[in-house]
């Protein structure tokens, strides 16, 4: 299964791509690793954005989309602009996506702690949000 991780903040949607086949857990070569939304965020720009979401996981035939949930209340809550890129998200009926709380990650990670440390995979230190993510969905599906 190929499930997409992705980290919602600011303006930028940033993905990490994992997939787990008999076993075995893989990093997928991605050519983006962030979408980011104008500043603008217009009617058309969330529309852009939406179908430039959805050719990149049909490119990459992407199973499942898991976002990592932001508070609404707190020193951490989301912003405006975070939200309505999940929404744009959610909305594309070709995919299946699912939101994780922090709390599910968190918990998920503690009982399947990952086997090599997170330099090593290869990505960008700003992904590391949303391979956690990815990594935390196929351990709960399990």
């Known amino acids: 299964m190929r499930i997409c991780g992705v980290e919602l903040s600011s303006n930028d949607a940033v993905v ?18 962030k979408l980011t939304l104008k500043k603008d965020h217009t009617r058309e720009e969330l529309k852009y954005f939406q179908s ?24 951490f809550a989301g912003g405006a602009i975070s939200f309505k890129l999940e929404a744009t998200i ?3 009926e070709e995919l299946d996506v699912v939101l ?13 702690p990952l086997t090599i440390p997170f330099a090593e995979t290869g990505l960008k230190v700003f992904q590391e949000s949303a391979f956690s993510v ?7 599906k399990k």
Do not use: W
């Open 16 to 33: 990490c791509l994992l997939a787990l086949d008999r076993g075995q857990f893989s990093i997928e070569e991605c050519r983006v690793r």
């Open 90 to 92: 959610q909305l594309i």
């Open 134 to 140: 990815a990594y935390a969905a196929h351990m709960l």
């Open 52 to 75: 430039t979401f959805l050719k990149l996981m049909d490119d990459y035939k992407i199973d499942k989309v898991v976002i990592k949930e932001r508070l609404t209340k707190g020193k």
């Open 100 to 112: 994780l709380s922090p709390t599910q990650i968190k918990s998920a990670l503690s009982e399947n």
